[in-house]
Structures are given as structure tokens and as C-alpha cells.
């Protein structure tokens, strides 16, 4: 009869210690996902530029000059990097000259052909020649393009992965580039704030580098939920300018549901 007692009591305190944890477990959740006076519970945010990408050589060739150093501003359509291509705008001027011998050949064969002194396909071959001399003509210019690099968009060279003088084959990455002008946040929310979060709808975001409270709005909602952590990405573009923010930098978001 003890025993038995015994045994009861602890299934009894398994039971309520089980209770507790799973008691425990709602209050966290619940903390993350109501609001806290006034704001949220502690949603992190980072600070990312809204366009960014990776500049690649396409050509193989020596790089003679990089125009805009690491962390330095550019504007769009600026010259960011120089190759020698010495080599290309050779075989650019011999494609030239193989353009004109196939013209001055095919005229010929033109008036050779009104004496009938050759047949309509010498005539039609010398045609084609041209053709494929101006492709080729075409493809030497084409290369030579691509020895200047200009930039896309205005903004600033986040890394630089190349020197001067060396030699990078197509492909390579050379700089890092984003736009610095246009910063939006991007963090994660729980997946029921779906029913209230909206693109327009206003956030403070505190930055922790500079200790300061900055006004945003959400403007892109995810489109897939995370089943596990059911949370969603989301995104916030930073309403005005501070010349003290960086991609990089991170917070804490405020915002109250309507």
C-alpha cells in the first residue's frame, strides 16, 4: 500500500512539473508575439542596401586601372575598371580588314558575274564571305566593350578583389558594389502578425551602433511561412536620409498593431 502511494505521488509531481514547463513555454511564446509596451519583444532587424551586386570580369585580359578604391562613391554610368586589351583590339582591326577584302572581292565577283564570266554560286560564296567576315568583325567589337566596366547604378564599392596589373580570367569577381542611397531593413516576424502587418505600415527601428530611433514602413511581406519557427520574412525601407546609417548595421524594431 506505501509503495503504491509512492508511486502515485511522483506520477502526480511528473505531471505538475509537466504542467509548469509547458506553462513556461506558452508565456515565452506569447511574449514573443505580443506586443510589449507599446512595441515588440525583441525583434531583430538588419540594415541592407536595396540593390547590390557583384562586378565580373567577362573578358580575360590585365586589369590597367581601377578607377574607384574600396568604400569610395561612384555615380551611374561611371568608369570603375580599365583592361589592357591590347591583344583584342588587334584582332578587332584584322577582322576590319578582312571585312573590306570581302567587299572589294564580292564587287569584283559582281562584275565578273554580269559578263558571265563566273557562276551565281562563286557569286553567292563571296556574298557570304562578307557576311561572315562582318560577324566576325562584330564579335572583336563586342569584346572590346566589355574592356571598360562601367557602373550600373550610383552607390559605393563594398570590397574590392583585385589589383592593378593582374591578369583575371571571365568570370572572375572583381568589386562588390551596392547602393548606398536606398536602405531598407529586413528581419523576421511571427507568422500571426500576417492578419495586421501590411506594406505601408509605420515601425520605428533602433539602431544599436548609433543609439538612435529612426522612423520605417514595411513594404515587402514573404511569401512562404516557415513551419517550424512559423515565422516570415519581411522587409522595411528607412523613411528619409541619415548619412550615419550603413548596410550592415542592426536594431530593434517598435511597432504597434492597429
Not at 130 to 137: D, H, K, V
Request: hydrophobic share 45%.
Amino acid at each position: 500500500m506505501i509503495a503504491h502511494f509512492g508511486h502515485a505521488a511522483r506520477q502526480a509531481r511528473r505531471g505538475i512539473a509537466a504542467l509548469a514547463v509547458a506553462a513556461l513555454y506558452s508565456v515565452a511564446a506569447l511574449a514573443q508575439t505580443q506586443p510589449a509596451g507599446g512595441g515588440l519583444a525583441d525583434i531583430r532587424a538588419q540594415i541592407t542596401p536595396l540593390r547590390y551586386t557583384s562586378i565580373a570580369s567577362e573578358v580575360g585580359a590585365r586589369i590597367s586601372s581601377i578607377e574607384v578604391p574600396e568604400a569610395g562613391s561612384f555615380s551611374k554610368g561611371r568608369l570603375l575598371i580599365a583592361f589592357d586589351c591590347s591583344v583584342q583590339e588587334a584582332q578587332r582591326d584584322k577582322a576590319r580588314a578582312e571585312v573590306l577584302a570581302a567587299e572589294t572581292q564580292h564587287k569584283a565577283n559582281q562584275r565578273l558575274a554580269a559578263l558571265n564570266s563566273i557562276g551565281e554560286l562563286e557569286l553567292e560564296m563571296s556574298r557570304i564571305s562578307i557576311i561572315r567576315a562582318r560577324a566576325e568583325l562584330a564579335f572583336n567589337q563586342a569584346l572590346i566593350d566589355k574592356c571598360l566596366i562601367h557602373a550600373p547604378f550610383s552607390g559605393r564599392v563594398a570590397e574590392q578583389k583585385v589589383r592593378e596589373q593582374q591578369f583575371v580570367q571571365p568570370g572572375q569577381v572583381l568589386l562588390d558594389i551596392f547602393d548606398d542611397s536606398s536602405l531598407e531593413l529586413e528581419f523576421l516576424i511571427p507568422s500571426a502578425w500576417l492578419r495586421w502587418v501590411k506594406p505601408g505600415l509605420p515601425l520605428r527601428v533602433a539602431i544599436d551602433e548609433t543609439r538612435k530611433t529612426y522612423p520605417a514602413r514595411f513594404t515587402r511581406v514573404g511569401a512562404r511561412v516557415d513551419p517550424v519557427s512559423q515565422s516570415i520574412k519581411v522587409a522595411a525601407t528607412i523613411d528619409g536620409k541619415f548619412p550615419e546609417l550603413m548596410a550592415g548595421m542592426s536594431g530593434r524594431i517598435e511597432v504597434s498593431p492597429p
